[in-house]
Nanobody, 127 residues
Framework: QVQLVESGGGSVQAGGSLRLSCAAS????????MGWFRQAPGKGREGVAV???????RYTDSVKGRFTISKDSAKNTLHLQMNNLKPEDTAMYYC?????????????????????WGQGTQVTVSS
């Protein structure tokens, strides 16, 4: 059974940093694609950053150069380092996993591509 538990959210001022973590159980990183998504109030859920089994990454344009996705396969933990945060980054952030059956090689950033979701962690950035 796959379980994803996010942590690390909070409230920061613009320009600040946060590091999100996702503890994954029931997930073998060499068989799953992993990603971070977010949903702002009144908006749909969008892909933020995704990572393949071999560590290739893809980011949505609005976070390029500010956010970094990484994973610690030994600890089954996914991270999202967020620097230079902006008020428009305010959202609930979700960790997600997509079963690939083998090595994940695709950089899927659409929400419909993912099978498993965490409960989310809130990030609030004030100006």
């Amino acid at each position: 059974q796959v379980q994803l538990v996010e942590s690390g959210g909070g409230s920061v001022q613009a320009g600040g940093s946060l590091r999100l973590s996702c503890a994954a159980s029931g997930v073998a990183y060499n068989q799953y694609c992993m990603g971070w998504f977010r949903q702002a109030p009144g908006k749909g859920r969008e892909g933020v950053a995704v990572i393949t089994s071999r560590g290739s990454t893809r980011y949505t344009d609005s976070v390029k150069g500010r956010f970094t996705i990484s994973k610690d396969s030994a600890k089954n933990t996914l991270h999202l380092q967020m620097n230079n945060l902006k008020p428009e980054d305010t959202a609930m952030y979700y960790c997600a996993a997509r079963y690939s059956g083998g090595l994940c090689v695709g950089l899927y950033i659409g929400t419909a591509e993912y099978n498993y979701w965490g409960q989310g962690t809130q990030v609030t950035v004030s100006s």
